[in-house]
């Protein structure tokens, strides 16, 4: 079994919703799922993991999140090296910048991304869940 944990931001419910989905998805499929707000992530939790999938939404101008996830991402980067690695998150009117310039500072860091970034505009309803929830299962 691997261990797997998602760490997120949400100011408004739409990541935290796409992190639910994505945690269901993945405890049906013979996965030990920890589901952590970043407020309450640290260092541990990167080392302890198989697999970690971090959620943000675009904020800002086309960045992630920058009073919680950005230092987080900032003090993790020699621990992500090597690790297996997903991303995910809610934006509103962009074209997802913020996910592709994030997605290439991981794999800077040395981080193994596993798939695209998973980009929902808004809460996730019909088909988008459908996406999370396929998204989920692409990773194990
Ligand atoms: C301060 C602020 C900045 C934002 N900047 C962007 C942006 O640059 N690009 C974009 O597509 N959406 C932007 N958004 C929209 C959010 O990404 C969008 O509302 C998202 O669904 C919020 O997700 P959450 O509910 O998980 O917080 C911004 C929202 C806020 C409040």
Known sequence: MSKVTIIYYSGTGNTEKM???ISSALSEHN????LLQVSSASKSDIEDSDVIIFGSP?????????????????????????????????YGWGDGEWMRNWQDRMSDYGAILLADGLIVNG??????????????????
């Open 19 to 21: 992190a639910e989905l």
């Open 31 to 34: 996965s030990v799922v920890s």
């Open 123 to 140: 809460y996730p309803e019909g088909n988008e869940e459908d996406r999370c929830i396929e998204f989920a299962k692409s990773l194990i």
């Open 58 to 90: 675009s904020m800002g101008n086309e960045v992630i999140e920058e009073t919680e996830m950005e230092p987080f991402i900032e003090s993790i980067k020699e621990a992500i090296s090597g690790k297996k690695v997903a991303l995910f998150g809610s």
